[in-house]
């Protein structure tokens, strides 16, 4: 796809060698003052350094395009409107460098304020349940090792596909809990008082299981079937 540009030319570049047969060949491309990729020609240039053209370009990539053969002429640029513009900084130095300071420091933090938005609403949870997960996992491991995860220990397929889903399962909630204590800043009763219980503080939570209730055979959140 072709671009139009139009500048001022800042280097032109002349490579030439010679084919495995000998032929001699040479290659031209040039600059733009304030462009960043370099343009390519298909014959001689027929414009010199400090030349202001305009021409056609298909880009190659963020470094290079070719110029469409053809395309270019000189360009006279708006010499009367840069002459009014270099007037206006004269007589007005101080009021042009303020402006642009305001400009760039309402850039600023403009910058810092959506970075911080960006954080706390995005970033941060997300950085805050890849570590509950992690440490789920972990805490599961050594459940493992110690042979204390309430599993199914059937040795054939049915039981192998059981413990895939129980360890699954336990490896989620675990990392709702710990996602939930990191938000709230404490150990909660259950994982369903992460999902299910809605409060109208979210720091509040409710009221740990008493004593009676822990003591109730059963009532542990890793007991068969309870998880």
Do not use: C
Not at 16 to 32: I, N, R, V
Not at 43 to 61: C, T
């Amino acid at each position: 796809m072709s671009e139009h540009f139009q500048g001022q030319v800042a280097k032109i570049y002349t490579r030439e060698g010679k084919t495995s047969s000998g032929k001699a060949w040479k290659s031209y491309s040039f600059k733009l003052k304030g462009v960043n990729p370099f343009f390519r020609l298909k014959g001689e240039p027929k414009f010199a350094e400090g030349d202001f053209i305009q021409f056609d370009a298909d880009v190659i990539d963020d470094n290079a395009s070719q110029v469409v053969e053809g395309s270019g002429s000189k360009w006279e640029p708006p010499a009367k409107q840069e002459v009014a513009k270099e007037e206006a900084k004269a007589t007005k130095p101080a009021a042009a460098n303020k402006s642009s300071f305001n400009t760039e420091k309402e850039l600023r933090e403009k910058y810092w304020a959506d970075k911080e938005t960006r954080d706390i609403e995005f970033t941060q949870p997300r950085i805050n349940f890849q570590a509950a997960r992690n440490a789920a996992i972990s805490v599961v491991q050594v459940l493992s090792d110690q042979k204390a995860l309430p599993i199914s220990t059937a040795d054939n397929k049915g039981g192998a596909a059981k413990r895939y889903e129980q360890i699954v399962d336990i490896v989620n909630k675990l990392t709702v809990q710990f996602y939930f204590d990191t938000d709230t800043l404490r150990l909660l009763t259950s994982v369903q008082d992460a999902g299910t219980i809605k409060v109208s503080n979210p720091g509040e939570l409710p009221e740990d299981a008493t004593e009676e209730q822990d003591d109730v055979p059963g009532n542990s959140r890793l007991a068969d079937g309870n998880w």
